[in-house]
């Protein structure tokens, strides 16, 4: 059996909640399109993003620890999946619609610089007089400027909702700038849950490949409210070693302690609003998606944690500061000499300017790309 565009989107009536936001119901694109013939928009716009080289190149950049570190750590890509898989979880849960969910998780990191938020820092720094820059702003340019993939309008057409989600993309590290997308309106709930599940899966994650590194250890985490209750769920002992097995169980459990708890918090509040619709959600003057006052305490006091134990750690904070130099070498060399620029990014710097042209290619760059071209520029024994 085929099921038409039309019958997916009265299958999104019927089992959506009321401030589920229908794909039908879409503000539309900025340049008008033929829709699919068995996709919704939402489902088109995801594969829309799937297939950009922007999201291919998040494999090679950095979450926390730098590709080359091993192979077995997280970059933004498989963060992106992972925020993307938590998110489709929640959204279903709550009867929000997966297909807008799910894409807003994996657009809101492709305009992430090379080497995580030390790339971040350095371009800010740089660009402060030319514009600035973020990565919100940065994927937002990407989807809707930069990727050059069909003939008839630059970016990628992407529906309103989900350009929405992008722009009002929040968490500890992420300001929204909404100016031009109904900023007196808060956030869809299906953009609300994109941001809270970022932020679900950097903590936990994050916490993983902390303790596969080594970098941090399960002693250090003696005390932290979460960690404690999550090793009594498991029936893992203080005095115990942490295997890898072990080590999968805990992370697993505390996804699934988080997940719980979310999607009962959003639910109370939900209940509590009595909305009707999507709009009467964006109306509200709180965010609905969020933990519970005990599970945002206990978030708090682990986001600490790893900030000081395991971001501020000394070989964290080695290769930022030698990421924040690749950075800034790379973008002098450019400006001083936009000759040294590849042909046809020089042919860029009339219509965008020498420094946002220099930000755009650099922000663009993975890792190793970046450590490749600063000893391409500065090492006279790589060839150019």
Same mark, same amino acid.
């Given at each position: 059996?085929?099921?038409?565009?039309?019958?997916?989107?009265?299958?999104?009536?019927?089992?959506?909640?009321?401030?589920?936001?229908?794909?039908?119901?879409?503000?539309?694109?900025?340049?008008?399109?033929?829709?699919?013939?068995?996709?919704?928009?939402?489902?088109?716009?995801?594969?829309?993003?799937?297939?950009?080289?922007?999201?291919?190149?998040?494999?090679?950049?950095?979450?926390?620890?730098?590709?080359?570190?091993?192979?077995?750590?997280?970059?933004?890509?498989?963060?992106?999946?992972?925020?993307?898989?938590?998110?489709?979880?929640?959204?279903?849960?709550?009867?929000?619609?997966?297909?807008?969910?799910?894409?807003?998780?994996?657009?809101?990191?492709?305009?992430?610089?090379?080497?995580?938020?030390?790339?971040?820092?350095?371009?800010?720094?740089?660009?402060?007089?030319?514009?600035?820059?973020?990565?919100?702003?940065?994927?937002?340019?990407?989807?809707?400027?930069?990727?050059?993939?069909?003939?008839?309008?630059?970016?990628?057409?992407?529906?309103?909702?989900?350009?929405?989600?992008?722009?009002?993309?929040?968490?500890?590290?992420?300001?929204?700038?909404?100016?031009?997308?109904?900023?007196?309106?808060?956030?869809?709930?299906?953009?609300?849950?994109?941001?809270?599940?970022?932020?679900?899966?950097?903590? @936990?994650?994050? %916490? &993983? /490949?902390?303790? #596969?590194?080594?970098? =941090?250890?399960?002693?250090?985490?003696?005390? !932290?409210?979460?960690?404690?209750?999550?090793?009594?769920?498991?029936?893992?002992?203080? @005095?115990?070693? %942490? &295997? /890898?097995?072990? #080590?999968?169980?805990? =992370?697993?459990?505390?996804?699934?302690?988080? !997940?719980?708890?979310?999607?009962?918090?959003?639910?109370?509040?939900?209940?509590?609003? @009595?909305?009707?619709?999507?709009?009467?959600?964006?109306?509200?003057?709180?965010?609905?998606?969020?933990?519970?006052?005990?599970?945002?305490?206990?978030?708090?006091?682990?986001?600490?944690?790893?900030?000081?134990?395991?971001?501020?750690?000394?070989?964290?904070?080695?290769?930022?500061?030698?990421?924040?130099?690749?950075?800034?070498?790379?973008?002098?060399?450019?400006?001083?000499?936009?000759?040294?620029?590849?042909?046809?990014?020089?042919?860029?710097?009339?219509?965008?300017?020498?420094?946002?042209?220099?930000?755009?290619?650099?922000?663009?760059?993975?890792?190793?790309?970046?450590?490749?071209?600063?000893?391409?520029?500065?090492?006279?024994?790589?060839?150019?």
């Amino acid at each position: 059996m085929i099921y038409s565009r039309q019958q997916l989107e009265e299958l999104e009536d019927q089992t959506l909640a009321p401030y589920g936001i229908r794909s039908k119901n879409s503000k539309g694109r900025k340049y008008p399109e033929e829709e699919a013939d068995f996709r919704t928009r939402f489902q088109r716009d995801r594969e829309r993003i799937i297939h950009t080289t922007a999201f291919r190149r998040l494999e090679y950049k950095t979450q926390v620890f730098i590709n080359h570190e091993g192979d077995y750590y997280r970059t933004r890509l498989t963060h992106s999946i992972e925020v993307a898989q938590i998110g489709r979880s929640v959204a279903r849960t709550l009867g929000a619609n997966e297909d807008l969910v799910e894409t807003i998780c994996l657009a809101h990191d492709i305009g992430h610089p090379p080497f995580g938020h030390s790339g971040e820092t350095a371009l800010a720094r740089l660009m402060k007089e030319h514009g600035g820059f973020d990565h919100n702003r940065q994927s937002l340019r990407i989807v809707t400027e930069l990727e050059n993939r069909y003939p008839d309008f630059p970016g990628l057409n992407l529906s309103w909702e989900v350009l929405e989600g992008m722009v009002k993309h929040e968490t500890d590290y992420d300001i929204a700038d909404a100016q031009d997308y109904d900023p007196e309106l808060r956030g869809s709930l299906e953009a609300q849950i994109a941001n809270v599940a970022d932020e679900l899966a950097y903590t @936990s994650h994050d %916490l &993983d /490949d902390g303790l #596969r590194s080594g970098m =941090i250890t399960p002693s250090q985490l003696d005390g !932290i409210a979460l960690w404690e209750i999550i090793n009594e769920s498991i029936g893992r002992r203080r @005095s115990e070693t %942490l &295997d /890898d097995l072990s #080590r999968h169980q805990i =992370i697993r459990r505390l996804i699934n302690f988080e !997940i719980t708890d979310l999607v009962q918090s959003i639910d109370r509040y939900l209940r509590k609003s @009595s909305v009707n619709s999507a709009l009467d959600l964006q109306k509200l003057p709180f965010n609905v998606a969020g933990f519970s006052e005990d599970m945002y305490r206990r978030n708090r006091e682990l986001k600490d944690f790893l900030f000081n134990k395991l971001y501020r750690h000394h070989r964290v904070v080695r290769m930022s500061v030698k990421s924040e130099k690749i950075v800034t070498d790379i973008f002098n060399m450019y400006q001083k000499t936009p000759s040294a620029l590849p042909e046809a990014v020089q042919e860029l710097i009339p219509q965008r300017g020498l420094e946002r042209t220099i930000c755009d290619y650099i922000a663009g760059m993975t890792d190793r790309f970046a450590i490749d071209e600063h000893s391409r520029l500065f090492d006279a024994q790589t060839l150019p």
